[in-house]
């Protein structure tokens, strides 16, 4: 067993939050803050379209644009991980939401973290086209 700590998607979730607060995103539940824009894993259940779509997997951040509009986030451990990120974030997420009639996710990232630093230091992120 090696000393350095291990990575952990926690660290990203950390990170996104604090950057998305710092660009002047709400970053509050959208689902019990009215203003609030950012969804977390779990809090993103709350909203019954997005439930819908998405079932019981979801990306680790949905920012909410507006009313109709989401951005995906999803997160890697490693940095490897990062086309893995953004495939699912696009491929999975994004795409099984854009069925939806009502919402439409435009934006896509990926993050991952780096070995030496423990931070997110990799980011790709997509403008999807809409289909309307």
């Known amino acids: 067993m090696t000393s350095k700590a291990k990575h952990s998607e926690v660290d990203a979730y950390v990170y996104v939050k604090e950057k998305l607060k710092q660009l002047g995103w ?34 680790e951040y949905i920012v909410k644009v507006t009313e109709t509009m989401l951005w995906v986030i999803e997160c890697k451990r490693v940095r490897t991980e990062i086309g893995q990120a953004l495939d699912e974030a696009e491929n999975y997420y994004a795409a099984r939401l854009n069925k939806s009639d009502i919402l439409k996710a435009l934006f ?18 997509t403008i999807l086209r809409s289909k309307h």
């Open 26 to 59: 709400d970053t509050r539940n959208p689902v019990k803050v009215p203003g609030g824009q950012i969804y977390t894993q779990n809090q993103c259940l709350g909203e019954p379209e997005i439930k819908r779509w998405l079932d019981k997997k979801r990306p």
């Open 108 to 125: 896509v990232s990926g993050l991952a973290m780096t070995h030496s630093t423990q931070r997110v230091r990799l980011i790709k992120s």
